[in-house]
């Protein structure tokens, strides 16, 4: 039977998704570079001079500051909890454990802004003052979900003979956990830390309503596209953001490959 000339659905439906995933950071990164501060072809020239601005704006420096902080912080609490909340759905059985399981994921699928009201009203009602560290306790929310999904799919692979056999020679449940559980899911939780971290980092709409006057850097981000001759710092900006991401995503997911436990060959 003679091969079809013409590429598949499946290959061009790929290569679709590709450039509209991609083409918009590759011309976000483009202008990044470009001598105007008009985001237009064609370009001027090629400068850098947007990206030295960037280390001379102190706002911009303490905005990076705040959601690296709120970051780190939110995503190491998202983790212990997720990777808590992950020992008890694989581990053991109980009643609600579905229940468990939905509550758990409903930041998922609850919209981030509808979330961001919510906490809002919540926190206006109890008289809780607006701050970064509101804002970085609704991202351990967002973030948990994620942090408990991804530890959750290394346990499921994961022999627990071993903790077993450890406890059979004179360890107890926590030493176990602490010597020989946690060491091998490492990678997993490493991965679910940058996932979160990522989350946390990048996130706007709950920040914009719970950070009070200590902005994150995607809150100083969009305040600062009122101003046309700001934009490129912005498009700079932008650009590290985007690519750092990128990279922090892959290599979190390297590491989730990594952490997988190899399934047995079928004889």
């Known amino acids: 039977m ?31 570079f470009n001598d105007s501060t008009r985001l237009v072809f064609p ?23 705040t959601s690296i902080l709120l970051a780190l912080g939110s995503s190491f609490i998202a983790t212990v909890l997720g990777t808590m909340g992950a020992l008890v759905v694989v581990r053991y059985e109980f ?17 981030y802004i509808i979330l961001g009201v919510s906490l809002l009203i ?9 701050s970064a560290w509101t804002a970085g306790l609704a991202h351990v929310v967002i973030s948990l979900p994620y942090a408990m999904l991804v530890v959750i799919a290394r346990l499921v ?37 940058l996932i979160c971290f990522t989350i946390s980092f990048d996130e706007f709409a709950i920040a914009s309503f719970l950070v009070g006057t200590q902005p994150t850097l995607p809150v100083y981000l969009y305040s600062q596209l009122r101003f046309p001759t700001r934009l490129p710092l912005v498009v700079s900006m932008a650009a590290i953001l985007m690519s750092a991401s990128m990279a922090i995503v892959l290599l979190s997911e390297w590491l989730r490959r990594v952490g997988q ?7």
């Open 2 to 32: 003679e091969k079809s000339r013409f590429p598949s659905f499946g290959l061009l439906y790929y290569w679709l998704i590709v450039v509209i995933l991609f083409l918009p950071i590759f011309l976000l990164i483009l202008f990044s």
């Open 43 to 65: 370009l001027r020239g090629f400068t850098l001079q947007w990206y030295r601005q960037l280390s001379e704006n102190s706002e911009l420096i303490r905005a990076v500051r």
């Open 95 to 111: 009643p609600g454990r579905n229940i468990f399981v939905a509550v758990a994921a409903l930041p998922l699928v609850i919209p």
């Open 122 to 130: 919540m926190l206006h009602s109890l008289g809780v003052r607006l």
């Open 157 to 193: 692979g994961f022999p627990q003979n071993l903790e077993e056999a450890a406890m059979d020679l004179g360890a107890t449940y926590w030493g176990a956990l602490w010597r020989v559980t946690l060491p091998i899911i490492f990678p997993a939780l490493t991965a679910a830390f």
């Open 261 to 267: 436990t190899p399934q047995p060959k079928k004889k």
